[in-house]
């Protein structure tokens, strides 16, 4: 029994190795076949990629070419579009830069192969037999660049025409209703909202505007001769210490209609220590050779004699200029007193009478001694008849109160 069990042991010990024995031959049969099949596999596909890789050029002589070919061209020629070469950037040393040398480099790597292309496709549709046109014609078409720009270039129409579409907000035009406030003077209203507020207030206030001061103040074509009533004003500069006492430095005189009949400078009697320009317009070179002051005070005096004396504040002008004239025969703008309840003042300028009054600026800056006494001369005749009717009126009233006392016996 024990040797039968031996034999058994050794007969199972030598199948065992024959078995793995056969194993390891038949695995490197196969895989020495494998290696075979694909060294037989390999070598064509090389080959199709040499195929590839290889431009083949177009034949020279135009009867070699087929009738599809001729056809391909036709398609490529109408709808391809010209093709404009991007404009390399330069590099600010004169050379190109890495990304610009790259893409032109591409670039024309694709227009050089591109004509090989159509070679191949030829060649592969023949092989194969599938038709390649699809893709041929999918090359051609325009590349992505392009087509966003002018896709971007009609967007940016499109927004340019959305804009000159939308409505344009109208400015509302000025009524008399939005100017409720009938205190302000025109020319402020003109400064700070515009001409056509102004015009309102005017039409308004029932004033019309004056275009030129002096068109307002002197009456055209009219007598320059000595009329009845005349206009004084005299400039002056400061004298003696700091320049507080004053001088007479220009005497001006006008008739009733505006026109200037009399205007000198004076000379100095003293030295000038304060000028006064910027209010008086006086300077140096105008009083240097001035009129004595002596034959300008007679002048002014043969003038006046018996005739009605208009004036702003006239009792400054008469003496600084030592004369003396007849109270009954005084027109003073400043003591009028319907023109002080007009303004609303108890000594009011000559500036605010002409704004408020004849709607006239004067004195914007350096004074003009024409000028203010033609605004004193245009107030006096603009209400004469009623101030001269009163002065007649007081004048009766006296004689009646007078003649009613009764003398004691």
């Known amino acids: 029994m024990s040797e039968i ?35 037989k ?9 040499k195929d590839v890789a290889q431009p083949i050029a177009p034949p020279e002589d135009p009867k070699l070419f087929s009738s599809n070919w001729k056809a391909l061209q036709e398609v490529l020629k109408a709808t391809q579009p010209e093709k404009k070469h991007p404009v390399t950037p330069k590099h600010p040393n004169g ?18 192969s591109a004509p090989n292309q159509t070679d191949t496709e030829k060649k592969v549709k023949h092989k194969t037999g599938v038709n390649l046109k699809a893709p041929a ?21 499109e927004h340019a025409a959305k804009k000159k579409k939308s409505p344009v907000v ?14 302000v003077d025109p020319d402020d209203i003109e400064e700070t909202m515009g001409a056509e507020a102004a015009d309102i207030m005017r039409r308004k206030q029932g004033i019309q505007k004056n275009t030129h001061t002096e068109t307002s103040l002197v009456k055209k074509n009219a007598f320059e001769g000595l009329t009845r009533a005349v206009a004084v004003d005299c400039e ?50 105008d009083i240097k050779d001035g009129e004595d002051v ?16 208009v004036g702003h504040a006239i ?24 023109f002080k309840r007009i303004v609303g003042s108890g000594r009011p300028s000559l500036k605010v009478l002409c704004r408020e009054i004849l709607n006239v600026k004067v004195q914007q800056g350096e004074h003009s001694s024409v000028q203010d006494a033609q605004a004193t001369m245009r107030l006096y005749t603009l209400v004469k008849k009623q101030w001269e009717a009163e002065i007649k009126a007081g004048k009766i009233n006296k004689d009646s109160d007078k003649k009613s006392k009764r003398k004691p016996k």
């Open 294 to 309: 002596r034959t300008v005070q007679r002048e002014v005096a043969e003038i006046l004699q018996g005739r009605v004396v």
């Open 315 to 338: 009792h400054n002008d008469l003496k600084i200029l030592l004369l003396d004239h007849p109270k009954k025969q005084i027109r003073d703008t400043q003591k009028y007193k319907p």
């Open 137 to 157: 014609a999918s090359d051609t078409q325009q590349p992505v660049g392009p087509k966003r720009k002018k896709e971007g270039q009609e967007s940016n129409h």
């Open 95 to 112: 050379g190109f830069t890495k990304k610009a040398s790259e893409n032109y480099s591409k670039n024309k790597s694709q227009q050089v």
């Open 41 to 49: 596999t390999a070598p064509p596909q090389k080959r199709q990629e």
């Open 236 to 285: 002056m500069v400061g004298v003696g210490p700091g320049g507080e006492d004053s001088i007479v430095a220009r005497v001006s005189m006008v008739n009733q209609f505006g026109k200037c009949i009399y205007d000198k400078y004076v000379k100095p009697t003293e030295k000038v220590t304060d000028y006064r320009t910027a209010v008086s317009g006086i300077r140096p070179k």
């Open 170 to 183: 109208e400015e509302k035009k000025l009524t008399e209703d939005d100017l409720w406030f009938d205190d």
């Open 5 to 39: 069990k031996a034999n058994k042991t050794q007969s199972t010990a030598t199948a065992r190795k024959v078995t793995a024995k056969k194993k390891r031959k038949q695995f490197w049969k196969n895989l020495d076949m494998k290696k075979q099949k694909f060294k």
